[in-house]
T-cell receptor, first 110, second 112 residues
Framework: EDKVVQSPLSLVVHEGDTVTLNCSYE??????LLWYKQEKKAPTFLFML????IEKKSGRLSSILDKKELFSILNITATQTGDSAVYLC??????????FGTGTRLQVFP | NAGVTQTPKFQVLKTGQSMTLQCAQD?????MYWYRQDPGMGLRLIYY???????DKGEVPNGYNVSRLNKREFSLRLESAAPSQTSVYFC???????????FGPGTRLTVT
């Protein structure tokens, strides 16, 4: 059965901390792995990863994929209260289909 | 450029009633999707449309029908609502299947 598992389920940190979110997957026909940030409403796209070992970076956020060990991590450095959200990992496992993990809820306190 | 829009934002239905959720995108995307999001379950694909004129079932299609009206619009219909269909529904679109998806703001549906 295809599945995507995220850990931890929930994380509480203080501003300035660095966090690492994990996503492991077991799917057939892997094509890419995507990270989304969901605040109150719609998930917003962060990264798409297709190749192992190539870090994608956007400001304080970065992500990397390991296709041999079947996982990805999302790092957030110098966290801010605005980073509080649910972070979703999804895997494209077939044409036009994504399977999502249940998400990691990050709370950043001042 | 509104992106992906959905109507309505909120809806309360009684068991057995029907309704249609509307979705439109103005990004000239080929692929469109309907998801539901339940606590602890993540986003699950209901139906998708790879291009105008085609639709396919996703992970949880039972109790739903869809129509890809044109390239811009993709509607989701509940013919006879059940309490198990209480959820938040998201529409999404992408340029094509191997590109990132962009999500609408969601519709919160409660079936009593």
């Amino acid at each position: 059965e295809d599945k995507v598992v995220q850990s931890p389920l929930s994380l509480v940190v203080h501003e300035g901390d660095t966090v690492t979110l994990n996503c492991s997957y077991e799917v057939t026909n892997f094509r890419s792995l995507l990270w989304y940030k969901q605040e109150k409403k719609a998930p917003t796209f962060l990264f798409m990863l297709t190749s192992s070992g190539i870090e994608k970076k956007s400001g304080r956020l970065s992500s990397i994929l390991d296709k041999k060990e079947l996982f990805s991590i999302l790092n957030i450095t110098a966290t801010q209260t605005g980073d509080s959200a649910v972070y979703l990992c999804a895997v494209d496992y077939n044409t036009d289909k994504l399977i999502f993990g249940t998400g990691t809820r990050l709370q950043v306190f001042p | 450029n509104a992106g992906v829009t959905q109507t309505p934002k909120f809806q309360v239905l009684k068991t057995g009633q029907s309704m249609t959720l509307q979705c439109a995108q103005d990004m000239n995307h080929n692929s469109m999707y309907w998801y539901r999001q339940d606590p602890g379950m993540g986003l699950r694909l209901i139906y998708y449309s790879a291009s105008e004129g085609t639709t396919d079932k996703g992970e949880v299609p039972n109790g739903y029908n869809v129509s890809r009206l044109n390239k811009r619009e993709f509607s989701l219909r509940l013919e006879s609502a059940a309490p198990s269909q209480t959820s938040v529904y998201f529409c999404a679109s992408s340029y094509r299947g191997d590109y990132e998806q962009y999500f609408g703001p969601g519709t919160r549906l409660t079936v009593t």
